[in-house]
């Protein structure tokens, strides 16, 4: 499809246990961003590609979360030993890369609603 | 202060009401500025990008104002379909930076 993609839409799991959400960005877009969202709550930053780098990380809540981005393309956001503040709706979107001027529109995908129970 | 700001709400406002919602960001040097709508449990998508010569798209009017670090977003003749999440969006320092989001503002209008 032509939009930004996320799986799996809906993730139950276990508190302790490990969880992987992937992203595939709209085709030619080089920057990346992965945001999560409590219910009723603002987008909270996680992290930003641009290319397979991330110049930005300085949102990742503790050490358990990890991103990380190959080929410029996929991005994988990974929260292990998962607690349940973590349950949250974790958003990813894709825009051409930042300008100096004009900026860039950034898509979203569905995102992935997790629930750690 | 924070990086983008903006009044949570809700504003609760009669169909056929005007009304304004302000953002203020703290970057001068910001280039690009944008309002994203977020429907309830639906991911956010690009309302209107937001021009220095201020822009309109139908009942929708945005403002930016370099000087004092606000931009605006006006909606004339409301809808029951514009009930919603607007969010404020700053390319707050140019080049390869992420786009910043504030909070939101939640609207409903009310029949």
């Known amino acids: 499809g032509a939009g930004v993609s996320q799986s799996p839409s809906n993730k139950v799991t276990e508190k302790g246990k490990d969880v992987e959400l992937r992203c595939d960005p709209i085709?030619?877009?080089?920057?990346l961003y992965w945001y999560r969202q409590s219910l009723g709550q603002g987008l909270e930053f996680l992290i930003y590609?641009?290319?397979?780098?991330?110049?930005?990380k300085s949102g990742l809540p503790s050490d358990r979360f990890s991103a990380e981005r190959t080929g410029g393309s996929v991005s994988t956001l990974t929260i292990q030993r998962t607690q349940q503040e973590d349950s949250a709706v974790y958003l990813c979107a894709s825009s051409l890369p930042g300008v100096f001027t004009g900026g860039t529109e950034a898509f979203f995908g569905q995102g992935t609603r997790l629930t750690v129970v | 202060r924070k990086e983008v700001e903006q009044d949570p709400g809700p504003f609760n406002v009669p169909e056929g009401a005007t009304v304004a919602f302000n953002c203020t960001y703290s970057?001068?040097?910001?280039?690009?500025f944008f309002w994203y709508r977020q429907d309830c449990r639906k991911e956010p998508k690009l309302l209107m990008s937001?021009?220095?010569s201020g822009n309109e798209d139908g009942r929708f009017t945005a403002q930016l104002n370099r000087a004092s670090q606000y931009i605006s977003l006006l909606i004339r003749d409301s809808k029951l379909s514009d009930s919603a999440t607007y969010l404020c969006?700053?390319?707050?320092?140019?080049?390869?930076?992420?786009?910043?989001f504030g909070k939101g503002t939640r609207l409903s209008v009310i029949a």
């Open positions: 970057n001068s040097a910001s280039q690009s």
């Open positions: 590609f641009q290319g397979n780098s991330a110049p930005d």
């Open positions: 969006v700053v390319n707050m320092y140019p080049g390869n930076t992420p786009l910043v």
């Open positions: 085709s030619g877009h080089t920057a």
């Open positions: 937001v021009y220095s």
